[in-house]
């Protein structure tokens, strides 16, 4: 073991030459980060999540309440033992010949069966409340920490000079101010990572989890080779959009769509203008030239800058996301004005189960035969399927 900690704590792999960890040892004049400080983060990551608890139950959900939001989920579907069967051990989405085989032995007619199946997919969604309480969370938490980073940033000198995060460096002082920021972040999305698998389950499960877990290296590793100057920026940088984001969602679950439309193009532009514009031209340029220039490179400076360029590409998925759902919403706005759809067709902000609805391509002549409210069903507006990008 102790072999395998001093290969993984290689002084050549996390400082720059010449550079040693007893260089970086606290001291009566100066601390410096270090590694031990994240233990921290763990058990914090286990107080924020029990404090969600708390606020989802008593803050939360009484404001959801007060906007009259419905607590009771989908309409379930009527009891059947057959169907049941065929939904969990064989296809949520039966196909046209079994579709026809159950219309047969159960004596029901096939848009009947398809709206069973519509009704059980729809049950194993959480409510309306739910998502709510989840949204009313991240908004609080990301707006609370993105006024700190901008109350603490704005008070620094590498906000305005990105060259400050390089000068002596790794002989920067740690300041309280850094730490606390640094801890917080960490074990906000140590409690993300771990909660992404009791939350509401969405389409994008895997490219989260790659995000979280691309976050929390970039936290820890800007921390533990001092990076934190250049870190507390690209931190305070990517909170910005989430705050609009949950905001958004909020509004759209409070049926308030004018304002989660307004919200959610405002999103689109700050989320694409900052992490497609401001991310690269600021935060990648000093990371990439100016720390090449002042600092030189090094093993782990090539690993953080990497897991920065990582996440340079989640931006650029999600970017696509946001343009392709904001062409969608024009187009099928244009649309639902036009047959006069009802706001009420509008749904969430995001996909929130790991399944659509809408049937497969093979039985889209079955869905021609539904009801006026089928027929619309998924015309959600300016918000169907909109990314959620948390996350950093």
């Known amino acids: 073991m102790a072999g395998i900690l001093a290969w993984f704590w290689n002084e050549r792999f996390w400082l720059p030459h010449n550079v040693t960890w007893a260089d970086l040892k606290n001291t009566d004049e100066a601390t410096f980060p270090q590694a031990e400080d994240l233990y921290l983060a763990c058990p914090l990551a286990f107080c924020i999540f029990m404090i969600r608890l708390v606020f989802e139950r008593f803050i939360a959900r009484p404001c959801a309440m007060g906007l009259k939001i419905q607590a009771n989920g989908p309409q379930k579907a009527q009891p059947n033992a057959i169907l049941e069967k065929v939904f969990t051990a064989i296809t949520k989405h039966p196909d046209e010949k079994r579709l026809e085989g159950l219309s047969k032995q159960l004596d029901w007619d096939v848009r009947t069966i398809q709206r069973w199946f519509r009704q059980r997919r729809n049950q194993e969604k959480p409510s309306t409340l739910t998502r709510f309480c989840e949204s009313m969370w991240r908004f609080t938490f990301y707006l609370y920490i993105f006024t700190y980073g901008v109350r603490f940033l704005k008070k620094t000198p590498w906000l305005w000079n990105t060259k400050e995060c390089w000068y002596n ?94 919200l959610f193009a405002m999103f689109a532009i700050l989320f694409i203008s900052s992490r497609l514009g401001v991310y690269p031209v600021w935060i990648l340029n000093t990371t ?69 609805d809408s049937p497969p391509p093979n039985q889209k002549h079955h869905s021609s035969t539904t009801n ?15 990314p959620y990008p948390d996350e950093h």
């Open 372 to 386: 006026g409210t089928n027929k619309t069903h998924g015309t959600n507006g300016y918000l169907t399927g909109a």
């Open 169 to 262: 460096y790794p002989y920067q002082p740690l300041t309280v101010d850094i730490h606390y920021y640094y801890i917080l972040e960490l074990s906000f999305y140590l409690s993300l990572l771990f909660s992404q698998f009791t939350d509401i389950r969405r389409k994008d499960f895997l490219i989260m989890f790659l995000h979280h877990v691309a976050t929390i290296s970039l936290i820890t590793f800007s921390y533990v080779n001092n990076m934190a100057r250049v870190g507390t920026l690209v931190m305070c940088l990517h909170d910005a959009a989430d705050v609009l984001i949950e905001a958004a969602k909020m509004a759209n679950y409070a049926k308030c769509q004018i304002l989660c439309n307004l």
């Open 288 to 356: 990439l030239f100016e720390s090449w220039e002042i600092v030189g490179p090094y093993p782990s400076w090539w690993v953080f800058n990497l897991l920065l360029i990582l996440l340079q590409l989640l931006h650029s998925f999600w970017s696509y996301l946001i343009v392709k759902t904001a062409c969608r919403a024009i187009s099928k706005g244009k649309v639902s004005h036009k047959n006069s759809v009802s706001k009420d067709d509008r749904s969430d902000i995001e996909s929130s189960s790991d399944e659509d």
